[in-house]
């Protein structure tokens, strides 16, 4: 059984065409906003690469030191776009609606996974905190992680999303 987040999918693409209509980058906002979303790229792709969907709750890698690692990605990826964008309405936006959202999934994906792992998942959110527990290892959690598993998970579209996102900023910073 999937969580169907229906409403979350198509407003993101609304906002994000409003969003890069409104968007204003120049070479120094470019440079550091692809940092932000190089870091969340690589935290979502190695999250990916860790999570086997719906075989019991995964608890190596990173998930051993966030339960919300994908969502911590994207987050960075969205702060890195607004400071790419210099939209200062647009970061104000995303900066509010962000947490509410996804706080919002969360709770609908921890209330099925409690229906869905039990006891085992009660233990996990004992043990790991809902977002960032200070302590990462990236050895283990790199070696944690499989290329094919973060490809068969669907992460190349948020690589081309990001890399979407890069044209049309580098095409108002030409034009």
């Known amino acids: 059984m999937k969580i169907k987040n229906s409403?979350?999918?198509p407003v993101g693409f609304a906002a994000g065409?409003?969003?890069?209509?409104?968007?204003?980058?120049?070479?120094?906002?470019f440079v550091i906003g692809l940092l932000f979303m190089l870091c969340g790229e690589a935290v979502?792709?190695?999250s990916a690469g860790t999570l086997i969907k719906y075989e019991g709750v995964t608890r190596n890698g990173i998930y051993a030191c966030t339960r919300n690692p994908l969502y911590f990605g994207s987050f960075l990826i969205g702060a890195g776009a607004c400071i790419m964008g210099r939209?200062?309405?647009?970061?104000?936006?995303?900066?509010?609606?962000?947490?509410?959202?996804y706080l919002w999934i969360i709770k609908r994906e921890e209330a099925f996974l409690r229906g869905r792992y039990?006891?085992?998942?009660?233990?996990?959110?004992?043990?790991?905190p809902r977002f960032w527990a200070g302590r990462l290892d990236i050895g283990v959690v790199l070696r944690e992680s499989?290329?094919?598993l973060a490809v068969k998970n669907g992460e190349l579209r948020a690589v081309a999303g990001?890399?979407?996102i890069l044209a049309v900023m580098l095409l108002k910073m030409i034009w």
């Open 7 to 9: 409403l979350r999918i």
């Open 17 to 29: 065409a409003v969003f890069l209509y409104r968007a204003e980058p120049v070479l120094w906002s």
């Open 44 to 46: 979502r792709f190695v």
């Open 87 to 101: 939209d200062p309405y647009f970061a104000l936006f995303f900066f509010i609606v962000f947490p509410i959202v």
């Open 118 to 128: 039990g006891e085992d998942y009660e233990r996990y959110t004992r043990e790991v």
């Open 146 to 148: 499989s290329l094919f």
């Open 162 to 164: 990001i890399v979407g």
